[in-house]
């Protein structure tokens, strides 16, 4: 189609064309419901967690029976890249690394089937698998609490906090809503097992009277004279009285009361004297939602359903899991504003006029409008990382209206027609516009399109660029047509003020003359050996992604056995008073650490807790002060930071270390710790990620017995054990209130313990007669750990740090020794290696898409070579000038190949337009004349855009503010390149096409 027929098609049919402009506009706001909004896009999930509880074994045996069988099964599923195991305690967690571009449904259908043909390979007792995707760590959506104090005395407090509950859970993609430190009595029977050794039964009947004593039970319906009854037991128990009085069977036609074999009292749950936030009692209430939530939507309503509430029950949120997106559509919007103003006021103060102004602003909201569009048709979701760059790509959307209203402005000005200043206007630009639009969208495609682990990751921001810069050039051929055409009067009464065009020349001419008397070759030459020496010895660190700043600090406290509650409760104190004398503003909240097993623990012992503290001003300070208080403690403890949802996302972040394999535990730990000995006498930095806390294993063998009456009651033994640990649930009794019933055990062990003598333990034989362990049984003791790790049926411990080379045999002479290194930097170089293919790929691309542009050999060959030296000495200056390098410094670069190729192609084509006659400086005076409006119309409304994306960037922002200020770097010196290079370049090495 020529475009005098395109452009009389405006003259021709231009109701036409604004009225499907405006039915566009019209369309985006009836397609709003329409937009998919999420914290971040969809990645491909690379980890699966296989988590079995083995309860009441060994790390030892959960290793050797659970963990290992389960990775032999799973290491011949297809696409599993790596196995690691962790066996502890009661627990086996298998980890699944999967191979980059495996199918995750077709490995599904295959784990899902190993893990049914488990269930026989594996011992009895081991519970049912379940099979976690991502992280196995618990992410609620949304944190609340509800300080406790002050609505101890509201009646209906517990009715109306069910209610919220209640309503929280009704909320559409709500999974879960979990209540840890509400108040609420528990009844707990305490066994004395001296006196109930007095009695011939063993704790299983007890329970099992208990039980039956506390439910009622149904015998059906049975009919009568008129009507249908239905026969009930009601349960004996239903207070304290009756639990004291209720009778316990002795099998020999005696009884005696419960209140002579236990003590029965009631008691708070540990939980709900260690949920605390800001060392005042509290009740927490962690939301689970579908991750594939609008988090907005889903945040608002759970916001309107608390502010119902408000006047009953004063809530808190500490956390939400929306504020990340939040904080960056807000940090959007503020971009968009700050840019569209700031380029529209640019734009009036270089045009001086109104018409050309307003052109340009409604071309760029309908570029918006029509981006709207492309982003539902493409099913993009406005999410962390497409919001970046929408960031970016905003300040890019005036630079082809801008070309196009000037070029038909100034053929305006030369007196022609409006048909024909459109025509020539839209003629004169066109190549420049297409050559730069397609340049930008087509070095994106071979980035997207290569299968890496971050395609998926930065899809969404490379598309979102491409796309803004497909829409200015749609809106620069479509609407400021069609506007010039309508408000052609205006705009050609309305003349560029030229009048510090002929002082910006002065100082250009005074400038390129002493330009031209330096010695350019041998400045450059020095210039770049300095830059480049400089970059070798202070050059930036390399990685592929900015560092996530944490948004707050975790600490985990998992006490040592024998441990009270008092104990811990007095240590939870002091350590808040401190920390609240350190920095009065730390918002610390305090939860037990498995907030979903509450029924397993003990009223008077200590449980795991997990401090959160967010709002750190002092992190080292901090820390300190917790390693010192828990370094004279009894705890075992862990210290990390809370990272932001961003950062969990992230795909790959290379880290230095070593994997050490082998296959005795005994040698793999002598090995690692001559190894830390080593490392620490060389200087080196790093330390294991894990080493395991030695314990003592004993095993009792039982003794031959010759009278079978004697033989002992192993269950008897086993339940008083666990009992004591750990309160047996039985159910719920009470009329109106219910409270929860346990069964637990006065604490026997803690004087055999302190003597390490277990001998005199007593517990039932098979006719319920008391003996001791002593009698029935021999042990042997043994060293074991509270945790295994292997990784391919290895054990294995990992360094994380500095990377040394050495030989295994000089650890391991025997040749048993097998080492994984992993380098971060040489990750990092293959990484970078991986885009500079294909950075040569898209300039492969890009040449052949201006061959065709051009319809030449040699001019896309020239143009691509001055880009190239262009981006070269951007890279240059990016260097010298950031302290780190990563994958945001790359897309702006990307970016910027686009936009040099834009200024390239336009001053070529005011380069051909002149006679041959006219040479030497004229020649380039008219150029630039032709091109210091655009040049400069583009450069500031562009940087305009970029400057609040850098400048007044928020937390989670980083990759954008990195790509921006690469681009505000990069048009400062294409400005220098405009005025100073590409003159020289094409004086000297411009071949016109015979």
């Known amino acids: 189609m020529k475009i005098e027929s395109y452009v009389l098609s405006f003259f021709k049919h231009k109701c036409l064309y604004f009225v499907i402009c405006l039915s566009i506009v019209i369309a985006a706001f009836f397609r709003i419901p329409e937009l998919e909004i999420w914290l971040l896009p969809n990645l491909t999930p690379s980890r699966y967690f296989i988590v079995t509880e083995y309860p009441n074994h060994s790390a030892e045996d959960t290793d050797?029976?659970?963990?290992?069988?389960?990775?032999?099964?799973?290491?011949?599923?297809?696409?599993?890249?790596?196995?690691?195991?962790?066996?502890?305690?009661?627990?086996?967690?298998?980890?699944?690394?999967?191979?980059?571009?495996?199918?995750?449904?077709?490995?599904?259908?295959?784990?899902?089937?190993?893990?049914?043909?488990?269930?026989?390979?594996?011992?009895?007792?081991?519970?049912?698998?379940?099979?976690?995707?991502?992280?196995?760590?618990?992410?609620?959506?949304?944190?609340?609490?509800?300080?406790?104090?002050?609505?101890?005395?509201?009646?209906?407090?517990?009715?109306?906090?069910?209610?919220?509950?209640?309503?929280?859970?009704?909320?559409?993609?709500?999974t879960e809503v979990r209540v840890t430190g509400n108040r609420k009595k528990n009844s707990i029977i305490s066994i004395n097992p001296e006196i109930l050794d007095l009695f011939p039964i063993n704790i299983r009947d007890l329970e099992s009277q208990l039980q039956t004593g506390i439910r009622g039970g149904s015998?059906?319906?049975?009919?009568?004279?008129?009507?249908?009854?239905?026969?009930?037991?009601?349960?004996?128990?239903?207070?304290?009285?009756?639990?004291?009085?209720?009778?316990?069977?002795?099998?020999?036609?005696?009884?005696?009361?419960?209140?002579?074999?236990?003590?029965?009292?009631?008691?708070?749950?540990?939980?709900?004297?260690?949920?605390?936030?800001?060392?005042?009692?509290?009740?927490?209430?962690?939301?689970?939602?579908?991750?594939?939530?609008?988090?907005?939507?889903?945040?608002?309503?759970?916001?309107?359903?608390?502010?119902?509430?408000?006047?009953?029950?004063?809530?808190?949120?500490?956390?939400?899991?929306?504020?990340?997106?939040?904080?960056?559509?807000?940090?959007?919007?503020?971009?968009?504003?700050?840019?569209?103003?700031?380029?529209?006021?640019?734009?009036?103060?270089?045009?001086?006029?109104?018409?050309?102004?307003?052109?340009?602003?409604?071309?760029?909201?309908?570029?918006?409008?029509?981006?709207?569009?492309?982003?539902?048709?493409?099913?993009?979701?406005?999410?962390?990382?497409?919001?970046?760059?929408?960031?970016?790509?905003?300040?890019?959307?005036?630079?082809?209206?801008?070309?196009?209203?000037?070029?038909?402005?100034?053929?305006?000005?030369?007196?022609?027609?409006?048909?024909?200043?459109?025509?020539?206007?839209?003629?004169?630009?066109?190549?420049?516009?297409?050559?730069?639009?397609?340049?930008?969208?087509?070095?994106?495609?071979?980035?997207?399109?290569?299968?890496?682990?971050?395609?998926?990751?930065?899809?969404?921001?490379?598309?979102?660029?491409?796309?803004?810069?497909?829409?200015?050039?749609?809106?620069?051929?479509?609407?400021?047509?069609?506007?010039?055409?309508?408000?052609?009067?205006?705009?050609?009464?309305?003349?560029?003020?030229?009048?510090?065009?002929?002082?910006?020349?002065?100082?250009?001419?005074?400038?390129?003359?002493?330009?031209?008397?330096?010695?350019?070759?041998?400045?450059?030459?020095?210039?770049?050996?300095?830059?480049?020496?400089?970059?070798?010895?202070?050059?930036?660190?390399?990685?592929?992604?900015?560092?996530?700043?944490?948004?707050?600090?975790?600490?985990?406290?998992?006490?040592?056995?024998?441990?009270?509650?008092?104990?811990?409760?007095?240590f939870v104190e002091d350590l808040e008073k401190k920390i609240k004398i350190l920095d009065p503003t730390l918002s610390v909240f305090l939860s037990p650490l498995n907030v979903y097993d509450t029924k397993s623990q003990h009223p008077k012992k200590a449980i795991p807790i997990e401090w959160k503290f967010f709002g750190v001003k002092k992190e080292k300070e901090l820390e300190r002060l917790v390693s010192d208080e828990l370094l004279r403690s009894r705890w075992d403890?862990?210290?990390?930071?809370?990272?932001?949802?961003?950062?969990?996302?992230?795909?790959?972040?290379?880290?230095?270390?070593?994997?050490?394999?082998?296959?005795?535990?005994?040698?793999?730990?002598?090995?690692?710790?001559?190894?830390?000995?080593?490392?620490?006498?060389?200087?080196?930095?790093?330390?294991?990620?894990?080493?395991?806390?030695?314990?003592?294993?004993?095993?009792?063998?039982?003794?031959?017995?010759?009278?079978?009456?004697?033989?002992?009651?192993?269950?008897?033994?086993?339940?008083?054990?666990?009992?004591?640990?750990?309160?047996?649930?039985?159910?719920?009794?009470?009329?109106?209130?219910?409270?929860?019933?346990?069964l637990s055990f006065d604490s026997f062990l803690s004087s055999h313990t302190n003597t390490n003598d277990f001998s005199k333990i007593s517990f039932k034989t098979k006719n319920n007669e008391t003996t001791f362990l002593s009698s029935l049984f021999r042990s042997k003791q043994r060293g074991s750990l509270n945790q295994f790790r292997r990784e391919s049926g290895l054990f294995s411990a990992e360094w994380i740090g500095q990377v040394m080379d050495f030989d295994p045999k000089d650890l391991d002479p025997s040749g048993h020794l097998t080492l994984l290194k992993v380098s971060a930097s040489e990750e990092i170089k293959k990484f970078y290696l991986i885009l500079v293919i294909l950075l040569v790929i898209s300039f492969v691309f890009i040449y052949l898409a201006l061959v065709g542009i051009y319809e030449s050999f040699w001019i896309p060959f020239f143009y691509l070579s001055i880009s190239c030296f262009y981006l070269l000495v951007t890279m240059i200056f990016v260097f010298s000038l950031f302290s780190e390098f990563h994958l945001g410094h790359y897309i702006g670069l990307v970016v910027l190949l686009g936009l040099s190729i834009d200024s390239i192609s336009l001053f070529g084509e005011r380069w051909i337009e002149i006679p041959e006659k006219v040479t030497g400086l004229k020649k380039r005076e008219y150029v630039l004349r032709w091109l210091l409006w655009p040049i400069l119309l583009n450069s500031g409304t562009t940087m305009m855009g970029l400057f609040p994306v850098f400048v007044f960037g928020c937390p989670g922002s980083e990759f954008s503010e990195s790509i921006a200020s690469t681009m505000f770097v990069g048009i400062l010196i294409s400005l220098f390149f405009v005025f100073y290079i590409y003159p020289n370049l094409f004086e000297k090495f411009w071949i016109k096409k015979t």
């Open 64 to 174: 050797m029976m659970v963990s290992l069988p389960i990775s032999e099964l799973v290491s011949s599923v297809k696409s599993v890249d790596r196995i690691r195991t962790i066996s502890e305690h009661s627990k086996s967690i298998v980890r699944i690394d999967l191979q980059f571009g495996a199918s995750v449904r077709d490995f599904k259908e295959e784990l899902y089937q190993r893990i049914l043909e488990m269930k026989d390979k594996l011992p009895f007792g081991v519970e049912p698998s379940r099979l976690v995707q991502g992280e196995i760590k618990d992410s609620p959506f949304l944190e609340l609490v509800i300080p406790r104090d002050g609505n101890d005395n509201l009646v209906n407090f517990q009715f109306h906090l069910q209610q919220l509950v209640f309503q929280l859970e009704r909320i559409p993609d709500v």
């Open 219 to 570: 015998l059906g319906v049975v009919e009568e004279y008129t009507k249908e009854t239905e026969l009930k037991f009601s349960p004996e128990v239903l207070s304290h009285q009756n639990l004291s009085e209720f009778p316990i069977h002795l099998g020999n036609g005696n009884s005696v009361g419960l209140g002579r074999l236990a003590t029965i009292y009631e008691a708070d749950s540990p939980g709900e004297k260690l949920t605390r936030m800001n060392g005042k009692n509290s009740i927490y209430l962690a939301i689970f939602a579908d991750p594939s939530s609008n988090p907005l939507s889903l945040s608002s309503e759970i916001t309107t359903k608390l502010r119902s509430f408000d006047s009953l029950i004063a809530s808190e949120i500490f956390y939400d899991g929306s504020n990340e997106l939040k904080d960056q559509i807000k940090q959007t919007g503020f971009n968009m504003i700050w840019g569209l103003g700031f380029a529209f006021l640019f734009s009036f103060l270089l045009y001086r006029s109104w018409t050309p102004t307003v052109i340009l602003l409604i071309s760029v909201l309908f570029s918006l409008v029509f981006f709207f569009h492309l982003i539902l048709f493409f099913s993009i979701s406005i999410n962390l990382l497409s919001l970046g760059g929408i960031s970016v790509g905003i300040g890019m959307l005036f630079d082809a209206s801008n070309l196009t209203v000037f070029s038909i402005k100034k053929h305006l000005n030369m007196g022609l027609s409006s048909f024909d200043a459109v025509t020539m206007g839209i003629r004169s630009v066109l190549v420049s516009l297409v050559s730069s639009s397609l340049t930008t969208i087509i070095v994106f495609i071979p980035l997207l399109l290569f299968p890496m682990q971050w395609k998926e990751f930065f899809f969404d921001s490379g598309v979102c660029i491409a796309l803004l810069v497909f829409c200015s050039l749609v809106s620069s051929v479509l609407i400021v047509p069609l506007l010039s055409i309508s408000l052609s009067e205006s705009l050609k009464m309305e003349s560029i003020s030229f009048e510090k065009e002929d002082s910006l020349f002065q100082i250009d001419n005074k400038t390129n003359v002493l330009f031209s008397r330096l010695n350019v070759r041998l400045i450059s030459i020095i210039s770049v050996l300095i830059l480049f020496f400089y970059l070798f010895g202070f050059g930036p660190s390399w990685k592929i992604f900015p560092e996530q700043v944490p948004i707050g600090n975790r600490l985990q406290m998992i006490p040592w056995n024998h441990l009270s509650l008092e104990e811990e409760l007095r």
């Open 637 to 742: 403890w862990k210290w990390e930071p809370i990272n932001s949802q961003l950062k969990t996302a992230l795909p790959f972040i290379p880290v230095d270390s070593i994997v050490f394999l082998h296959d005795q535990w005994e040698e793999l730990t002598r090995i690692v710790m001559n190894f830390q000995t080593q490392s620490k006498t060389n200087g080196f930095v790093g330390k294991f990620d894990f080493l395991p806390k030695e314990i003592r294993l004993e095993e009792w063998t039982r003794n031959q017995i010759p009278i079978p009456d004697w033989n002992p009651n192993e269950e008897d033994l086993k339940q008083k054990f666990l009992y004591e640990q750990k309160p047996k649930y039985l159910g719920s009794i009470g009329e109106t209130t219910k409270t929860d019933l346990y």
